[in-house]
């Protein structure tokens, strides 16, 4: 009996237990509940800004889409003003709360105004955004000579109008150590010394569009290249940095490499170049990055002095390397990083390298310029003069500098107060 009271006794005490701490959890939970997250995803359009013109059959575009959790899928597309697409919309699967995406759309049409269309959703909630922009591919470019005048003190962006002159675009107060052509962006880009800053400038106007400097703590940029639209910075931090070529916008950062000095980079549209030297051990390696990421690829041992690379097709890019008066020109295949020796040419006062063309690189050496058929390895003699400081071939025609003089080969030579360097090829609008 008393067993059986007390047996009782617990399981009614166990019975208010349970009660109890069920009441307690259910004001815990409802104590709890979050209110719905109608929050929407931000759409931010990198490039094209509103209102702009595209030029092309090509219609890029990049976006930034950011959200307070996790992504499920983006679409673009183009529309008419009254909304009705017209090219078939693009969607992707997208698995992060940040994303950026760059893609391009072709349209035959010669003229036409439209909206770009992006659309972002977490499962839940979307967000639309449009922007006003059209296609002229009426555009009249042409490409023509870009140089800078160095004065000593002052530097002067110049482009050449014909044998008659040179329009000059901009000057600059620093001294300038690269020039990067913009191609169909018709931009050109210039690189100061110390403290570094990247100036993008209208080829055609003159007009200064936008500037990138060095950040703390070096200060220093040591070299930079352009593909499509997108500019590749190697800063002597170390630090990788992408931007986009029509605004300066940064798209990427890879900050992982900076066991490591760039010397040089070059950029093929799927993989950045980055010659570069151990900060450690001094030796030197080429690092592939992936463009879109700039995350690490693979590096390759070549410690030989590299002096250029350049684009030779879809498959492969051309190395440059200069030992004593030897040039040695090497292939990378891309598919497997094997590097095959092509030619060893004995080549004293070799100043610069440039290519000419996909299978041709033009030799700027102190007495003269050739030129070097990479399928053959043959070189042709094309100018003979003393005190050359820099060249180039653009349409058919040889221009290169010598002393204060600018001399197109063949016809009239132009002279300036400063010595014409870092010659250079680019486009520009003509009216």
């Not at 597309?77 to 693009?90: A, E, R």
């Not at 329009?167 to 191609?183: D, E, F, M, P, S």
């Not at 690092?287 to 250029?308: A, K, P, V």
């Not at 053959?376 to 500098?401: A, C, K, P, W």
């Amino acid at each position: 009996m008393i067993i059986s009271v007390k047996g009782n006794s617990y399981l009614c005490f166990m019975q208010l237990r349970i009660i109890f701490s069920f009441s307690i959890l259910s004001v815990f939970l409802l104590g709890c509940t979050k209110e719905p997250d109608d929050r929407s995803p931000v759409i931010e359009y990198i490039f094209p800004s509103e209102g702009h013109r595209y030029e092309q059959e090509e219609i890029r575009l990049t976006v930034r889409i950011s959200h307070n959790k996790q992504l499920k899928s983006v679409r673009i597309g183009l529309v008419d003003f009254n909304y009705i697409p017209i090219i078939q919309t693009v969607s992707f699967n997208v698995t992060a709360s940040d994303t950026l995406i760059d893609f391009a759309f072709f349209l035959n049409d010669p003229a036409a105004q439209f909206k770009l269309y992006v659309q972002a959703s977490d499962g839940v909630n979307s967000k639309n955004k449009y922007l006003n922009v059209s296609k002229d591919a009426s555009v009249n470019r042409k490409s023509g000579l870009l140089f800078i005048e160095d004065k000593s003190d002052s530097f002067v962006l110049n482009r050449l109008t014909g044998n008659e002159g040179a329009v000059k675009l901009a000057l600059i107060n620093q001294r300038i150590t690269h020039v990067c052509n913009g191609g169909n962006t018709g931009l050109v880009y210039s690189l100061t010394s110390y403290p570094s800053k990247i100036m993008a400038h209208d080829f055609g106007t003159g007009a200064f569009k936008w500037s990138f400097e060095a950040p703390m703590p070096e200060l220093k940029i040591n070299h930079m290249a352009f593909h499509a639209d997108k500019l590749v910075v190697a800063e002597k931090s170390g630090i990788l940095r992408l931007l986009h070529a029509l605004n300066g916008q940064t798209l990427a950062v890879n900050q992982e490499n900076m066991d490591n000095e760039p010397l040089m980079v070059m950029s093929d549209g799927e993989y950045i170049y980055v010659w570069q030297k151990s900060r450690n051990t001094q030796q030197k390696t080429l690092g592939l990055f992936y463009q879109g990421t700039l995350s690490m690829f693979r590096s390759i041992h070549i410690d030989d002095n590299l002096i250029g690379m350049f684009e030779e097709d879809g498959y492969s890019i051309i190395t440059a390397h200069y030992m004593g008066n030897t040039l040695m020109i090497n292939r990378l295949t891309k598919v497997n990083q094997l590097v095959d020796p092509l030619y060893e040419i004995q080549l004293p006062n070799l100043l610069h390298i440039k290519q000419i063309s996909a299978g041709k690189l033009l030799l700027v050496c102190t007495t003269h310029l050739s030129e070097l058929d990479i399928s053959n390895g043959y070189v042709t003699r094309l100018v003979v003069q003393q005190m050359i400081t820099d060249g180039i071939v653009h349409e058919g025609n040889t221009y290169f500098s010598s002393g204060n003089n600018l001399h197109h080969y063949g016809n009239a030579s132009l002279t300036f107060q400063g010595i014409p360097t870092l010659l250079t090829v680019a486009s520009y609008i003509h009216d």
